[in-house]
């Protein structure tokens, strides 16, 4: 990313994401760029069950302080202010999924449980 681009590493993730669809049962982790991407969303819709994780803004900030290794778009002062321009510049993406999940309050646990019930598994 800091190298190439963010085009580079978007080229990138959709050829890794394409190289996911034969796979069976499984859970594809994106990061939030990929659904902004082409018509990445339109594939995952199309190629198994399409799910936004989001949280406050404080709690997204929260919850990367700790990583020693900044998100490239977020990286500089200002972050909480560089967190809301993404979340709103991506937004109709992200209500494009099956469905979403505010994670907010919720542990890793029940996260999953609500993905597994709103997906019927």
């Given at each position: 990313?800091?190298?190439?681009?963010?085009?580079?590493?978007?080229?990138?993730?959709?050829?890794?994401?394409?190289?996911?669809?034969?796979?069976?049962?499984?859970?594809?982790?994106?990061?939030?760029g990929l659904a902004t991407y082409q018509d990445n969303?339109?594939?995952?819709?199309?190629?198994?069950?399409?799910?936004?994780?989001?949280?406050?803004?404080?709690?997204?900030?929260?919850?990367?302080?700790?990583?020693?290794?900044?998100?490239?778009?977020?990286?500089?002062?200002?972050?909480?202010?560089?967190?809301?321009?993404?979340?709103?510049?991506?937004?109709?993406?992200?209500?494009?999924?099956?469905?979403?999940?505010?994670?907010?309050?919720?542990?890793?646990?029940?996260?999953?449980?609500?993905?597994?019930?709103?997906?019927?598994?």
């Amino acid at each position: 990313f800091n190298i190439h681009g963010e085009e580079y590493f978007r080229e990138l993730e959709r050829k890794v994401l394409l190289s996911t669809f034969n796979l069976k049962k499984a859970v594809i982790s994106t990061g939030g760029g990929l659904a902004t991407y082409q018509d990445n969303i339109q594939l995952v819709k199309a190629n198994g069950v399409a799910v936004t994780l989001s949280a406050s803004p404080e709690k997204i900030i929260s919850r990367i302080a700790s990583d020693a290794n900044i998100r490239p778009l977020l990286q500089g002062d200002d972050r909480e202010e560089k967190l809301n321009k993404l979340i709103q510049k991506r937004a109709y993406y992200y209500i494009s999924a099956h469905f979403v999940i505010d994670t907010t309050n919720l542990t890793p646990h029940q996260i999953v449980e609500n993905i597994c019930k709103k997906a019927g598994i």
